[in-house]
């Protein structure tokens, strides 16, 4: 091998990320498990929807980087509020194929960007749209109510006691 494939290889697999904590990283952990499960429950006791799959991403940020901007309440019910509303949009009148589903992504990744309330899960709030078939109803149930449940425990979660395991989280940012 040629040095310059070694240092091809080296830099895929070279971390950007910063290392946390194992303490940060359990702390993470245990804030997905209660969002998740505190969300999944309410919507079972109210027989409601309150849940979808990109939430489980909107955790990752809500509690292993809860100071990025791209973690804030309003990324976060933002970005899942615009990219909803042109996922339902685009699905109510075009059809589900491979050129649309690529066009709900990239304009819900640019109307993101350009109201500054970037969210990565949201990208995936498009796709979910037009393959489960929903409607104006799902900007409700899940969208905001799920957003506002999610940033509600996530901001609760961190002004816990649990403070004393990561001084450097603030959450929401101010």
């Known amino acids: 091998m040629t040095k310059p494939s070694i240092s091809v290889i080296k830099n895929i697999f070279h971390r950007q990320q910063a290392s946390q904590s194992l303490s940060d990283n359990i702390k993470s952990g ?18 409601s929807l309150l849940l979808m799959a990109p939430f489980g991403a909107s955790c990752v940020l809500l509690f292993s980087l809860p100071n990025s ?3 804030q309440p309003a990324n976060v019910i933002g970005g899942h509020l615009v990219s909803s509303l042109i996922g339902i949009v685009l699905a109510q009148h075009l059809p589900s194929e491979w050129w649309s589903l690529g066009l709900a992504v990239g304009l819900s990744i640019s109307a993101m960007g350009i109201l500054r309330i970037t969210h990565p899960p949201a990208g995936a709030d498009p796709l979910v749209i037009f393959m489960g078939g929903f409607g104006w109803e799902y900007l409700v149930f899940p969208v905001i109510s799920g957003c506002l449940l999610l940033t509600l425990i996530a901001s609760l979660f961190h002004k816990w006691p649990f403070h004393k395991w990561s001084s450097k989280i603030k959450y929401p940012n101010k």
């Open 69 to 71: 901007p791209l973690s």
């Open 30 to 47: 245990i804030g997905g498990i209660f969002a998740i499960a505190s969300i999944a429950w309410l919507s079972s006791l109210t027989n």
